[in-house]
């Protein structure tokens, strides 16, 4: 058994969200995503992986899903071409300090306002709330394009969310998400699935939800949801897996460890149904 796992599981479990969202913020302890520790490298992922579809955001509305209250990936991705973007969070978590930071390069497409940093709404659009809900969704027009960073991981409703989703994206919409299926105690990429549900939920879970899906797992709901899906394995650590998998649990397993044994994914859906 892994003392040190199960300790620092627990503690991240047990912690207060408000804490945590604090250290989150100041990127102490707690790591955030590559949206907010290198954000022009975010977007000019996105682009890259796009324009290899041929796919462009010229001209575009694009969605930011889970952009962690940090403006940089959408005033890039509208310096690079979109026509407007959509940057939507659950939580209303503004990071202010590094806002003010994109004023000099960025200025057109923001504006202040006391201490605080603003989208300019003719080029952003703020979509804060539950996607699912339908006064949520009302307040944006159908986008073009859907971008996610290591967001689908921590979501507790991938089916219904998936599906609101898909319910904003236009025809010919197309969505590009990247998900990180590894536990985020990173030292120990396939931990998590050695436990039962309800020990994990109750005890072992971060405050930030890791749902525990696998490939196949997504690769059902997206392909419920859209006529169109593209899956790329980015990267897969079967040694690691072999080593552990007596002890992962028969639910995250099909018996082919190349399937079972991939950690980092992403996914190119359109034509939603």
């Known amino acids: 058994m892994n003392l040190r796992y199960l300790f620092l599981r627990l503690l991240r479990h047990f912690m207060p969200e408000g804490l945590a969202r604090f250290l989150l913020k100041r990127r102490w302890i707690i790591k955030p995503g590559l949206e907010s520790t290198d954000p022009f490298s975010a977007s000019a ?42 940057l939507c969070d659950h939580f209303v978590l503004l990071d202010t300090e590094r806002n003010l930071e994109l004023l000099s390069a960025y200025g057109q497409y923001l ?20 996607i699912r809900e339908e006064v949520v969704q009302r307040q944006v027009s159908q986008v073009d394009i859907i971008l996610s960073t290591s ?20 025809p010919q919409g197309v969505h590009l ?22 020990v994990w939920r109750n005890f072992l879970n971060p405050t930030s939800n890791l749902n525990r899906y696998r490939w196949n797992d997504y690769k059902g709901v997206f392909e419920a949801n859209f006529s169109k899906v593209e899956f790329t394995v980015l990267e897969r650590l079967v040694d690691e897996f072999h080593k552990v998998r007596e002890s992962v649990r028969a639910e995250f397993k099909t018996g082919d460890e190349t399937v079972d044994a991939v950690t980092l994914i992403h996914v190119i859906a359109s034509q939603p149904k």
């Open 45 to 86: 992922r996105y682009v890259d992986t796009l324009s290899a579809q041929s796919v462009s955001i010229a001209g575009k509305r694009v969605l930011v899903f889970g952009y962690g209250g940090r403006f940089a990936v959408g005033v890039d991705l509208l310096k690079r071409g979109a026509a407007h973007v959509v």
């Open 111 to 130: 504006k202040v306002e006391g201490d605080e940093v603003q989208p300019r709404g003719e080029f952003i659009t703020l979509l804060h709330g539950d």
């Open 151 to 170: 967001v689908f991981e921590h979501l507790d409703d991938v089916p219904g969310i998936t599906k609101a989703l898909a319910k904003l994206t236009a």
């Open 177 to 198: 998400h990247f998900v990180d299926l590894r536990d985020h105690f990173f030292k120990y990429p396939f931990e998590m699935l050695k436990f039962p549900e309800g």
